[in-house]
């Protein structure tokens, strides 16, 4: 699986549990995945093509195979911030947001590493606003 932040602290048969939830998607040359300010129902991977990622007052980013949005989307179904639109035709892995958490209460381990991630980078943001 792609290196995912926030599966950092994930053990391989961890990984290997949240990759088997996963579906393949596929998209035409401007299909728009995701839609800014809509709930965050999925995690995507990139597999094949490019998507272009768009964000209010900002310039688009194209990213490619191997990339992935909408991490946060698995932990509280936030609305989405950014629009991210298929490039050509796209592949993509996706990991819905009501398989994760049906896989998080059959796992509490998971549940415990992935806390610990997140404190981790929460640390890393809040030691980089005290200078």
Same mark, same amino acid.
């Given at each position: ?18 990759? @088997?939830?996963?579906?393949? *998607? ?5 299909? =728009? #995945?995701?839609?800014? !300010? ?43 911030? @950014?629009?991210?639109?298929? *490039? ?5 892995? =996706? #990991?819905?947001?009501? !398989? ?32």
């Amino acid at each position: 699986m792609v290196d995912i932040p926030l599966f950092a602290g994930l053990g391989r048969r961890h990984l290997n549990k949240v990759a @088997a939830l996963g579906r393949i *998607r596929r998209f035409q040359k401007g299909a =728009t #995945i995701v839609t800014a !300010g809509e709930p965050g129902d999925a995690l995507y991977v990139v597999l094949e093509g490019e998507v272009s990622v768009e964000r209010r007052r900002l310039p688009g980013i194209t990213r490619g195979v191997g990339s992935f949005f909408g991490e946060m989307a698995l932990l509280d179904g936030g609305p989405r911030s @950014a629009t991210v639109v298929a *490039r050509g035709s796209v592949a993509c892995l =996706t #990991i819905s947001r009501s !398989g994760f958490q049906k896989l998080l209460r059959k796992e509490p381990a998971m549940s415990a590493a992935l806390l610990n991630e997140l404190a981790t980078r929460l640390r890393a943001v809040e030691a980089g606003t005290k200078k």
